[in-house]
Structures are given as structure tokens and as C-alpha cells.
């Protein structure tokens, strides 16, 4: 009997990061990919005071039981261009040296986040249940990007963990720091606790997979 074994089209990394504690994580001067700077963090959440917020839903419905937080969408304009391009650029690296899925690109307004604890003892903290970013509905995402931008010393609780196994992985929490992981993986955001945390997050999109 001879046993033929198919070509490895994908590299089945559990997640990758662009970890903002490690310089070389960072683009040099005249790019635009990697790592957040603290400035370009900033700058990104300064778009919370210009555009609109809009609900987190969940499957186009309210489910605070299932996930609370705020949410602003950021649409692609002239001011936005560079964000978008740096979220483009970052993928476009990490899906060819550790999935090569076939990819379009962001076609869901990337959002915005604000996880922020209430002093109310009874309320719902902001928080988002254990899930996955593809399904019925959203079954063309197939790469997840999540985009630290607070200093983790400003808040307690909201982090973020994927189940690759039995035990979440211990994810690096840097301010600027990218994580991007498949979007069939489970992962939830615990319960903030104390403080305030920002965070950016958006889906690469792509033929369903077969």
C-alpha cells in the first residue's frame, strides 16, 4: 500500500501577535504595519469624540447578558485611511507566513471598544462571553484582530483569552500589542473590574472555508 498525503496549504498557528514589548515588532518610519505606537493609540481613540457610537450587538440583536460594551464603527475615510492600511499591511504579513488563507480583506467596519467598570454592584459589567467570530451569520470572517490600546496598569479584569486548549492562552497585554487569531477559535473578554480599557477589533474576510 502507498499512503499519499495531501500538500499542507495551511500553517495552523493557534495565534500570532505583533507584541508592542518587542521593538523589532514595530515598522520602521516610512511603513505601516506592526505594533502601536502610544501615539497612534491615542489617536485612534480620540475617534470615540468624532463619530457616533453604535450598538455591540450580537446575531443583530442586544444581549447585554452575552456581551456589554460600547462601540463606535470606523468607517474608511481620508483621516481613517492610515488605520485601515496599517490593519491591512499587519494581516497581509501574518496570514502569509502562518495560515495563507485565501483573504479579501476587512469588509466590517472595524469597531472601536470601550470596556469600562460600573460602580453600580447590580449592573452587568462590560464584559464578552466565550465565542467565536464565524458562524451563520458572519461565516466569511476567517482572521480576528484584536488591538490593545490601553496600558494595562489603567484597568483590572476585560482580558482577552483564546481556548486553543483546555487552559486560555497567556496572551502578551503591551499597549500597541496586536493579536490575531482565527476566527473559528473561542475566546471571550472576563468582566472588567476596575477602570477603563480600549480596545480595537476587526475581522479579515474570505471565501467560506471548505
Given at each position: 500500500?502507498?499512503?499519499?498525503?495531501?500538500?499542507?496549504?495551511?500553517?495552523?498557528?493557534?495565534?500570532?501577535?505583533?507584541?508592542?514589548?518587542?521593538?523589532?515588532?514595530?515598522?520602521?518610519?516610512?511603513?505601516?504595519?506592526?505594533?502601536?505606537?502610544?501615539?497612534?493609540?491615542?489617536?485612534?481613540?480620540?475617534?470615540?469624540?468624532?463619530?457616533?457610537?453604535?450598538?455591540?450587538?450580537?446575531?443583530?440583536?442586544?444581549?447585554?447578558?452575552?456581551?456589554?460594551?460600547?462601540?463606535?464603527?470606523?468607517?474608511?475615510?481620508?483621516?481613517?485611511?492610515?488605520?485601515?492600511?496599517?490593519l491591512v499591511n499587519s494581516v497581509k504579513y501574518a496570514n502569509s507566513k502562518w495560515w495563507n488563507y485565501d483573504i479579501y480583506g476587512i469588509?466590517?467596519?472595524?469597531?472601536?471598544?470601550?470596556?469600562?467598570?460600573?460602580?453600580?454592584?447590580?449592573?452587568?459589567?462590560?464584559?464578552?462571553?466565550?465565542?467565536?467570530?464565524?458562524?451563520?451569520?458572519?461565516?466569511?470572517?476567517?482572521?480576528?484582530?484584536?488591538?490593545?490600546?490601553?496600558?494595562?496598569?489603567?484597568?483590572?479584569?476585560?482580558?482577552?483569552?483564546?481556548?486553543?486548549?483546555?487552559?486560555?492562552?497567556?496572551?502578551?497585554?503591551?499597549?500597541?500589542?496586536?493579536?490575531?487569531?482565527?476566527?473559528?477559535?473561542?475566546?471571550?473578554?472576563?468582566?472588567?473590574?476596575?477602570?477603563?480599557?480600549?480596545?480595537?477589533?476587526?475581522?479579515?474576510?474570505?471565501?467560506?472555508?471548505?
Amino acid at each position: 500500500m502507498v499512503l499519499i498525503f495531501p500538500k499542507q496549504k495551511y500553517r495552523q498557528s493557534k495565534y500570532t501577535c505583533y507584541d508592542a514589548s518587542q521593538k523589532e515588532h514595530f515598522c520602521k518610519s516610512d511603513e505601516n504595519w506592526g505594533a502601536f505606537t502610544g501615539q497612534e493609540c491615542e489617536k485612534v481613540i480620540s475617534l470615540s469624540k468624532q463619530i457616533k457610537p453604535s450598538k455591540a450587538i450580537v446575531d443583530g440583536r442586544m444581549k447585554h447578558e452575552i456581551r456589554k460594551v460600547n462601540a463606535w464603527g470606523i468607517s474608511y475615510s481620508e483621516s481613517t485611511r492610515w488605520l485601515w492600511e496599517k490593519l491591512v499591511n499587519s494581516v497581509k504579513y501574518a496570514n502569509s507566513k502562518w495560515w495563507n488563507y485565501d483573504i479579501y480583506g476587512i469588509i466590517d467596519y472595524p469597531q472601536l471598544l470601550c470596556y469600562e467598570a460600573s460602580n453600580n454592584k447590580d449592573s452587568i459589567q462590560d464584559h464578552y462571553n466565550k465565542h467565536i467570530d464565524n458562524g451563520e451569520i458572519y461565516y466569511y470572517r476567517k482572521i480576528s484582530i484584536s488591538v490593545q490600546l490601553s496600558d494595562p496598569q489603567d484597568y483590572e479584569g476585560s482580558e482577552l483569552k483564546l481556548y486553543t486548549q483546555r487552559e486560555a492562552e497567556k496572551l502578551p497585554k503591551a499597549r500597541g500589542t496586536i493579536i490575531l487569531f482565527p476566527s473559528f477559535v473561542l475566546h471571550e473578554v472576563t468582566p472588567i473590574i476596575q477602570g477603563k480599557r480600549w480596545a480595537l477589533v476587526c475581522w479579515v474576510c474570505g471565501p467560506q472555508f471548505r
